[in-house]
């Protein structure tokens, strides 16, 4: 029997990676069951239940429109029903979301399933943070991979040339996920080092706010550039100091430099750094206008990184990070973004 394959989320990565699990699972069924069941947080859409536009029209209508789901993917509103009986959970979901999901999942699943989670995030703690796949193994009591890259949605459903790194400490369930995600145009490479993955996956979209900052404020190519490297240097100084052990090979994977590229020129967190200096809009606001459901995952995560850094009195060393949430509190002028940038520690 092939393994079952379930989809925890169904937003905007969520349907894309359904379409290329879909299809690999069908082309690869010594190794995996053919039915992908996805849990669909329920809402309606223009009057219809968006399970059921998903289950008879193969599209989700409101996260990824105009992209063919496969139909071996099936829409489930409710997750003991979806998650019943797994072998591999896929978790694509904003991470505010995953306590109350696990919460429900915990106690009515395979002791031997495993999971991987692609959510760009981190849980924080009293003492510095968690990482979402380890609030998903204490939580669920299995073995929880990552997969993180420069993987914006809209062109991965569009079939275009990418790259993505699987971090898995267990070597088989490594290969299992590579076999489950790659195709030819995403290409998985396996690292050892998982928190580093996820550590990048949830960085950068601290710094692609930063991008956007300085795209609303009408600077160029430069500029951004030494937004993206000492944004690097923020995220490696952070996982030295949070994550120890962390590799900085990790940092020149598709989760480090090529998803900090990605973003800061083509992502959700990029835009809304230039909505917040175009608009006196809250950020809350700007997700509404915006993004019609889809969530910004940066502003969350970089206000719970000034939360950690501040606590333990080291703001400082990160003026990038500190600016950037301060910005979208609206406590700091987004023209101050600039003198952060040129009194940055790096050039100290
Ligand atoms: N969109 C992209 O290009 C990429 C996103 N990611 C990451 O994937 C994760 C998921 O993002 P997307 O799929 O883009 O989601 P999204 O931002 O498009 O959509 C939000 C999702 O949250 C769901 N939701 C809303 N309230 C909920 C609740 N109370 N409980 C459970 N679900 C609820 C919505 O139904 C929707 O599916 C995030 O961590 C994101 O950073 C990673 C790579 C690419
Ligand atoms: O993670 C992403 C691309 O790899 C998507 O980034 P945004 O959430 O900023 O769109």
Same mark, same amino acid.
């Given at each position: 029997m092939g393994k079952a394959v379930c989809i925890i989320g169904s937003g905007n990565w969520g349907s894309a990676i359904a379409k290329i699990v879909g299809h690999n699972v069908r082309d690869r069924r010594e190794l995996f069951d053919p039915l992908v069941r996805m849990y669909v947080y329920e809402e309606m859409v223009d009057g219809e239940k968006l399970t059921e536009v998903i289950n008879t029209r193969h599209e989700n209508v409101k996260y990824l429109p105009g992209v063919q789901l496969p139909d071996n993917v099936v829409a489930v509103p409710n997750l003991l029903e979806a998650s019943k009986d797994g072998d591999i959970y896929i978790f694509v979901l904003p991470h505010q979301f995953v306590a109350d999901i696990c919460?429900?999942?915990?106690?009515?699943?395979?002791? +031997? &399933?495993?999971?991987?989670?692609? @959510?760009?995030?981190?849980?924080?703690?009293?003492?510095?943070?968690?990482?979402? &796949?380890? %609030? /998903?193994?204490?939580?669920?009591? @299995?073995?929880?991979?990552?997969? !993180?890259?420069?993987?914006?949605?809209g062109e991965v459903a569009k079939e275009q040339f990418c790259e993505s790194t699987i971090g898995s400490t267990n070597e088989e369930n490594g290969q299992m $996920?590579?076999?489950?995600?790659?195709?030819?145009?995403?290409?998985?490479? @396996?690292?050892? +080092?998982?928190?580093? %993955?996820?550590?990048?996956?949830?960085?950068?979209?601290?710094?692609?706010?930063?991008?956007? /900052?300085? +795209?609303? !404020?009408?600077?160029? +190519?430069?500029?951004?550039?030494?937004?993206?490297?000492?944004?690097? !240097?923020? !995220? @490696?100084?952070?996982?030295?100091?949070?994550?120890?052990? &962390?590799?900085? &090979?990790?940092?020149?994977?598709?989760?480090?430099?090529?998803?900090l590229v990605a973003t800061c020129h083509g992502g959700r967190n990029r835009m809304l750094g230039e909505s917040v200096v175009?608009?006196?809009?809250?950020?809350?606001? $700007?997700?509404?206008?915006?993004?019609?459901g889809q969530s910004f995952q940066g502003p969350l995560v970089a206000r719970e990184i000034y939360h950690i850094l501040e606590t333990k009195h080291m703001l400082e060393q990160f003026p990038m990070f500190m600016a950037i949430h301060k910005i979208c509190e609206r406590e700091m002028d987004p023209s101050q973004f600039v003198s952060c940038l040129r009194n940055h520690p790096e050039h100290m």
């Open positions: 919460a429900t999942m915990k106690g009515n699943i395979k002791k +031997d &399933s495993i999971a991987v989670s692609l @959510i760009k995030g981190v849980s924080i703690t009293e003492g510095g943070i968690k990482l979402i &796949s380890d %609030v /998903i193994t204490e939580e669920l009591g @299995i073995h929880c991979s990552a997969m !993180m890259g420069a993987n914006l949605a $996920l590579k076999r489950l995600f790659e195709t030819p145009y995403f290409h998985c490479m @396996i690292v050892n +080092d998982t928190p580093t %993955v996820e550590i990048c996956g949830a960085l950068k979209n601290v710094v692609g706010i930063g991008a956007g /900052i300085v +795209d609303g !404020m009408n600077y160029g +190519d430069n500029t951004k550039a030494a937004v993206i490297r000492l944004g690097l !240097m923020e !995220m @490696i100084k952070f996982a030295e100091l949070f994550s120890p052990g &962390s590799k900085v &090979s990790t940092f020149f994977e598709s989760c480090g430099i090529a998803d175009k608009s006196s809009k809250t950020v809350k606001e $700007l997700e509404k206008e915006l993004l019609h």
